[in-house]
């Protein structure tokens, strides 16, 4: 939002926020925010990989410690998933998987179908190595879990995940990759599904998830299914 | 690196790395790297919390993008890993879990024990939300996979992941965390190794672990053990 656009200033959602009407809180930000993310993420990376002399280390650190105190001059009260509406076409945009305003998400730009299956391609580089040339195995989990918890949602399934299994057939290149999930069958509020990722060669990790709707979902209030603490929260 | 500096200039290991000894390859970097990485973290967590107008971000993409640019103007040659060597204090520091380099990771600082227990406390901010106010459910599978990995390590017992079940007891809240981890038993060149993270009240997602020492490790080259595909590589 700029300064001068009183239209949209008329429709700033709240004080904290500097977004517009209700439905599209942070919408209009979206051609100002993914560049910039976008241009973060590089300099996650380069900053894994850079071989540039101290003194341009301290320069790069001083703009940035900058940078960050400009950024912070205005913020979301509270956290940013709390605070911005289900349904809002932003709701997801801090994702650290698939947030187009997040820098650690590669991001994945997933594709569904109503029967649950959804796919990505991505490419990972090397802010994700683990062993050497491969991916971090608790990189490919973090994907995994989004994966398979948005199945469940494609097939018209949301819920918490509640149990994980991951099993690493054969290291994961860095480069492009594409991965899978599909729902393999639902009982009652257990909707269990599978899934991959693969490199060209076919998959290398495999998944296994059980999701479980939340008890705010069934009909009781969010405090009511969060107070219920220990497993039985999931059952 | 100074360019002032004919000490260090002198032992340069390689010619697109810029750091001093074979022992120390980006060693002398640390007091540049890290509060520099300390920096962008922060502006991660800004990127998807901030609230300031277009325009500003407009401005902020444009220095991002400068200091990119700045940043790739010399870079390690190929992946981090494969080219820092194994003892090298600088190992890991590309690690997105623990990697004072890399601004994926929050980052951990894990404290080991030789009997295979490890435990580490940190802080995880909005840039790690999944449901409102709590950790994204992957961000707990990327941790307690290197956890579970550090303390197969620290029992002497070294291994590619095999297998990792996670299993979700309660959300975990954004803020001050702990996690811990510990080998439950070993079978030959596999170890199972469990662990949790806790917040003030106990543990909110249990993890079980198998760990596989890999072939090469045994005494076959790298390349035998990777080139021998599928399932079997693991065994």
Redesign the interface.
Known sequence: ???TDPALAAHRCCD????GPDSEVSD??R???E???D??R???E?????????????R??E???A??T???????P?????HVPAGDPARF?????V?L????APPLVIERDSAGRVDAEFRLG????????LV????S??????LL?EAAAAGGKPG????????????TP?GPLRASAWIDRVDGVKTYVVGHIADS?GPTVEAEGLFILPRWARGESAKDA?DA???G??E
């Open positions: 939002m700029t300064q904290g926020c500097g977004g209009h930000t051609p100002a925010l560049p910039l993310t241009a973060l590089q300099i996650v380069a900053t894994v990989l850079t071989a540039v002399d101290d003194d341009e280390l301290r790069v650190h703009e940035l410690a940078i960050n400009r950024l912070r001059a205005r913020l979301i509270g956290t940013y998933v709390a945009w801090n994702s650290p998987v947030g305003r997040n820098a650690i090397g802010a994700y190595e683990g062993p050497p040339g971090h195995g608790g990189i989990a973090l994907i995994l879990d989004q918890g918490m995940t509640g149990t994980l299994t991951l099993r690493y057939r054969r290291g860095l060669e969060w603490s220990g497993p929260r999931f």
